[in-house]
């Protein structure tokens, strides 16, 4: 029994401990993190700083554009939604990946056909550097015809009756 | 011998025929992406509006829901400025465009919008109660009308006549009431 208690007291110590540190962990449990802002955030693009994500641009407005982003996630918008209110807000142009639509389709097409359309003209041209090659090795094995001369054919005509 | 002269050449004739439609399609493909290159460098090598051009049509839906088309202000000068609530210099020339505004309002030939670019809701509406400003104002939903008139930075502010003319640009903050009312005043005498 002595040697419980001081066990006993130890483990609901330790308990507290944990407990407090779990409190301390979960703060505000409405208030997004700066993890979960900018993970959108490196999805935009201000039209202010050109070229600079949203999530390392230092820019008044871009904090700003944060913040909404912020207040957004703490309102419960999922990240397309927030995503789709940028693009209404700001144009499609804020958005580091284009939306497949419209025009914007060419940018997800012609690569790939750009990319295929090269193999093929690559494959085509590999045929062909091979198949001369090849002729010639067969002609060169090939004994040479006799020149078609009519004094020599008849020189061996000659030849021949003797 | 004239038969076996046909029966050779009707083959030739045949294959010769015979549509090649992956080297035309392969063609076609390219031309079109050659002409939507061309259509994409036109519309880039397009320059601002310049002085003395008509400004094309464009609609701003103000903070408060209310739509408003260049179109329907025909007959009235338009100050049409853009700002945002970021932009410092922008505060300079805040409450000149609002004295001015209030200069012009009773006369109804003048009408003052305020088109708010690349700017966050809360923090434009924080902006507009700082400097009491009272003329219509709204966001460039999409940088639409800021991209028609290919802005280079805010504040900038662009003076349009009666016939939708653009007559004068101001680049960067007004300096005084008196500078938009040079601006202004010359229109109104026409």
Request: proline share 7%; charged share 20%.
């Amino acid at each position: 029994m002595k040697k419980t208690i001081p066990a006993l007291l130890v483990f609901l110590a330790l308990a507290l401990m944990t407990a407090g540190a779990v409190l301390a962990q979960s703060g505000n449990p409405g208030e997004p993190t700066d993890d979960q802002v900018n993970t959108i955030a490196k999805q935009l693009y201000c039209p202010v700083c050109e070229n600079i994500p949203l999530d390392v641009c230092g820019t008044q407005a871009c904090a700003q554009w944060r913040d909404l982003i912020r207040e957004k996630l703490g309102q419960g918008w999922s990240e397309a939604q927030i995503k789709q209110y940028f693009a209404t807000q700001y144009g499609d142009r804020v958005l580091a990946t284009p939306p497949a639509r419209g025009l914007n389709w060419l940018v997800y097409i012609v690569p790939p056909m750009a990319i295929l359309a090269g193999i093929y003209i690559l494959y085509r041209a590999f045929q062909s550097w091979k198949r001369p090659s090849a002729e010639e090795d067969v002609k060169a094995a090939e004994p040479v015809p006799p020149p078609a001369d009519d004094y020599v054919l008849r020189l061996e005509e000659e030849l021949k009756k003797r | 011998m004239s038969t076996n002269t046909t029966e050779t050449v009707a083959p030739e004739a045949k294959v010769r025929a015979r549509p090649h439609w992956g080297r035309i399609l392969v063609w076609v493909g390219v031309l079109g992406l050659l002409a939507i290159l061309a259509l994409g460098l036109r519309r880039a090598q397009q320059g601002p509006i310049t002085v003395g051009d008509t400004v094309p049509n464009f609609t701003l839906t103000t903070f408060d829901g209310k739509t408003i088309n260049l179109t329907d202000l025909k007959g009235k000068v338009v100050v049409l400025n853009f700002w945002a609530s970021w932009c410092k210099p922008c505060e300079q020339e805040a409450a000149d465009l609002e004295a001015a505004w209030r200069l012009y309002q009773p006369d109804g030939k003048v009408v003052f919008l305020g088109a708010d670019y690349v700017d966050t809701e809360p923090e434009a509406l924080g902006y507009l109660k700082k400097f009491n400003i009272t003329y219509p104002n709204g966001p460039d939903l999409g940088t639409r009308i800021s991209q028609a008139f290919r802005i280079r930075g805010v504040p900038e502010t662009y003076i349009i006549d009666d016939e939708n003319v653009l007559r004068s640009v101001q680049i960067g903050p007004f300096g005084s009431l008196s500078q938009i009312q040079g601006m202004i005043d010359p229109l109104l005498g026409q």
